[in-house]
Structures are given as structure tokens and as C-alpha cells.
């Protein structure tokens, strides 16, 4: 049986994952935040978890060891030996399992810290959250295989704690999510320099990955700072695919080239669509998700990963643009409409600080785009729908704006699947 890890501690994560590689033991990263126990042998280190009676402490860092309700732990005899799976965000229905071998995930991550320069004399700074691939692969792994020295602060950190932690270890590159560059963009001017951030400054690249930023954080970013901002694309079963300097002025769509190693292909429908779905040769594919009927190998088409994103290839550069997911296309009344295509005409409202658009039921069309909007100033909401019918096709017109606090978003930051039941 996998053993499950519910921590928060780079090192813990560390010794717990090569100690159940060595094993032979596969080992399933959850978010040690979940509110309820996983059933089966857990290794936490007591940060989110009281140890309660029976558990068993461990050598140092300080695991400790639980079990739980055996009887309903996952019991999978097909995962490979020494795997590390990694839960989906449940942006689009529950979180799945997703297995990589200890060979798919190396060959990504020396992939990643190539492209990124790490070595000895390149520290990295990492705030992401090691139980997802993007943190685990991108800063723990990569800075371990590159031999780069990492420091990790907690995923709740504010941009005063950043700024401190990259001033003292003389930070190269910092891995972070979308909430901190947002945060890290609205800190005030100090007498006319950027931020309040020595260390910030300090920086030479920055990457974002696991959602997109939001509407004015790159603008503002690049230009207070010098550093590299690169957008990280990416998914659990494929590993980080791209990494986008972004200038802010970017197509939010563009997720640039592929990484050495990785081919890209487009599958379309018929030859005059504009894009189809994304397909993904590489050696740090997954060998496939956890399921109620053991493990379900990755959906391929001649050993080409079918990724569900649609996208376009330029054929000149290489460069991929995403149009959103297969699985999320709105069909108005035959139209085929991309959600992604009018939440980016939304984002670009100057009042619009957050946007999520998703398919409602509609008597006469099927379906309609319901936009969800957070916004600066509360008076704008009634001006949105004339901004869409500038800018979009009749059709893509979103039915209706509803103006809500927030959106709903996983511990990485991508949005969350909140499909609205009325009918229009």
C-alpha cells in the first residue's frame, strides 16, 4: 500500500520521499491542511497535526508515523514500485492520483533545472507547496538533482517575509505562486524605488506556475524589477512542459516553446478549426491515475499524451497559445465558445481584478457564458456586458455578470470548477 505524506517540511518531504523510493514504497503528497486523516500509513511532522496516541515518532526531522482505518486504504498492486503521485487540484471534479515513477520525475525536473540555470552558486527561494508537482518538482527536486541551495518559506508567506529571506541567502530565483506576485506587486514605492525589497530587488529570475496571474501583476512587476518573470505551463501528468518570460504586455494565452525534450502537436477536429487539443511526447509522463478500478493508464493517441487543453502551434516559432479546456467548451447553440477566450476580454477591464467564466443551462441555446467577476468598484458591474458586445462575437456575449468576493481557488491557485445549476 502507498504510504501517504502530509507535510509541510522541505526535509521531512525530502527523507520521506527518497526513504520510500529506496523502499520500493510508493508515496501519495497530500495537502496536509485536508481536514480529514487519509486512511492507511501516514508520515506527518506534526506542523498541521497533533500526534495523537499510538502514533510513533521517527528519527530526525521529526516524522511521525499513523495509521488509520487500514481496511479502507488505497490497496493498488499495478503502481510501480517507489512511485511519487501527486493529487490534481479538483479544479474540474475530484482530486485524482496522478503516478510518476522515480525516472519520469527525474528526467523532468533535470529538464526544469537546466533551463532555469541552477548550480551551487544559484540559491533558490521557494514558497510553493511541496505537496504539489509545481513546488516538489520545480524547487525541491531541481535544486537537489542541480545541486543549488534551497530555502523554503511557508506558502503563506507576505512579500516583508520574501523580501527578508531573499536579501539573507542572497536568493538567485524565486519559485512562488500567482497570490504572492500579486501581493509582491501592490507593495508601496519606498522614496521612488521599487517596493519595500532589497532582497526582491536582488533577484534574477522569478517563477509563477499552477494559474495564471492575475490582470496587471506582470505589467507591474517587470516595471519595477529587473529580474526574469517566467510563466510556468505545465500539468501533474506531463510535469512542467514551458517556461514564458513575460514582458506584461503578453497574449495571455502565449506559453511559449516547449522545453528541450518535450514535442508538441496539435489534434484538430477538422482541418479549419482554429485550434484542437494538445498533444505531449516526452520522457516525465505519468504512467497513469489512480481509479476505483485500480490504475487507468494516461489517455494516449500514438504514445502522444492527450493533455485536454486546446491550443494552436505556431508553426513558424513553436510557440503554443492556450484557448482553454476541451472539457469546458460552452455549446451555444452549436457555437463552440472558449471560455478562456472571453474571460481574457474581461480581465482586461481595468475594474476586473479576478474573472472566472463557466457554462450555464439555457432553454432556447443549450447553454450560455455566465461571467463571475471581482471587481475594484462595485458601479462597474453594470458596464461589463457592453465591454463584452464591443469586443467578443454575439454568441460568446456572457448571459449575465454575477459580482462575487472571490473566486474559488486550490491551494496552487487555479481556479475551481463551480458550475452554476439554474437555468436561464
Not at 521557494?126 to 537537489?144: D, E, I, K, R, T
Not at 503563506?156 to 519559485?175: E, F, K, M
Not at 522569478?206 to 496587471?216: D, K
Request: aromatic share 4%; charged share 20%; glycine share 12%.
Amino acid at each position: 500500500r502507498p504510504v501517504n505524506a502530509e507535510l509541510s517540511d522541505p526535509v521531512a518531504t525530502t527523507v520521506a520521499a527518497l526513504g520510500c523510493d529506496l523502499a520500493g514504497v510508493p508515496i501519495i503528497h497530500r495537502d496536509p491542511a485536508m481536514p480529514e486523516p487519509a486512511p492507511g500509513i501516514t508520515l506527518h511532522d506534526g506542523r498541521t497535526r497533533t500526534p495523537g496516541t499510538g502514533e510513533r515518532r521517527l528519527a530526525d526531522p521529526g516524522l511521525w508515523l499513523r495509521q488509520d482505518g487500514a481496511g479502507d486504504a488505497i490497496s493498488v498492486t499495478d503502481i510501480p514500485s517507489g512511485s511519487q503521485i501527486f493529487l490534481t487540484s479538483g479544479s474540474t471534479g475530484p482530486p485524482t492520483g496522478v503516478i510518476q515513477t522515480g525516472a519520469s520525475i527525474v528526467a523532468n525536473t533535470r529538464q526544469v533545472a537546466a533551463f532555469l540555470g541552477f548550480g551551487p552558486d544559484t540559491p533558490v527561494l521557494a514558497c510553493a507547496p511541496l505537496f504539489h508537482g509545481y513546488g516538489f518538482g520545480c524547487a525541491l527536486l531541481a535544486s537537489l538533482l542541480s545541486g543549488a541551495p534551497m530555502w523554503f518559506c511557508s506558502p503563506r508567506s507576505v512579500p516583508s517575509q520574501l523580501d527578508r529571506a531573499a536579501r539573507r541567502h542572497a536568493a538567485h530565483t524565486l519559485i512562488a505562486l500567482p497570490s504572492h506576485y500579486g501581493l509582491i506587486s501592490e507593495m508601496p514605492a519606498d522614496a521612488g524605488r521599487p517596493g519595500v525589497s532589497e532582497g526582491l530587488a536582488g533577484l534574477r529570475s522569478c517563477v509563477t506556475g499552477g494559474a495564471p496571474l492575475a490582470t496587471g501583476v506582470a505589467a507591474r512587476l517587470v516595471r519595477r524589477y529587473s529580474f526574469t518573470l517566467y510563466n510556468a505551463y505545465g500539468s501533474s501528468e506531463a510535469g512542467a512542459v514551458a517556461f514564458k518570460a513575460v514582458t506584461g504586455e503578453d497574449d495571455p494565452g502565449d506559453i511559449g516553446t516547449p522545453l528541450p525534450g518535450i514535442s508538441a502537436r496539435i489534434a484538430k477536429v477538422a482541418e479549419r478549426d482554429p485550434y484542437g487539443e494538445l498533444l505531449l511526447s516526452c520522457d516525465g509522463l505519468a504512467v497513469g491515475r489512480i481509479g476505483p478500478g485500480g490504475v487507468r493508464p494516461l489517455d494516449l493517441v500514438d504514445g502522444w499524451y492527450r493533455t485536454g487543453d486546446l491550443a494552436s502551434i505556431d508553426q513558424s516559432s513553436g510557440a503554443i497559445r492556450l484557448f482553454g479546456r476541451t472539457d469546458m467548451v460552452i455549446n451555444v447553440a452549436g457555437e463552440k465558445v472558449s471560455p478562456a477566450e472571453i474571460e481574457q476580454v474581461l480581465a482586461a477591464h481595468p475594474e476586473v481584478l479576478d474573472v472566472q467564466v463557466l457554462a450555464a443551462a439555457d432553454r432556447a441555446r443549450g447553454q450560455v457564458p455566465v461571467a463571475r467577476v471581482v471587481l475594484r468598484d462595485i458601479a462597474a458591474e453594470s458596464r461589463l456586458i457592453g465591454w463584452c458586445r464591443e469586443r467578443l462575437a454575439p454568441h460568446k456575449v456572457p448571459a449575465r455578470i454575477e459580482r462575487v468576493a472571490a473566486i474559488p481557488r486550490s491551494a496552487a491557485g487555479k481556479p475551481l470548477l463551480r458550475t452554476p445549476g439554474e437555468v436561464v
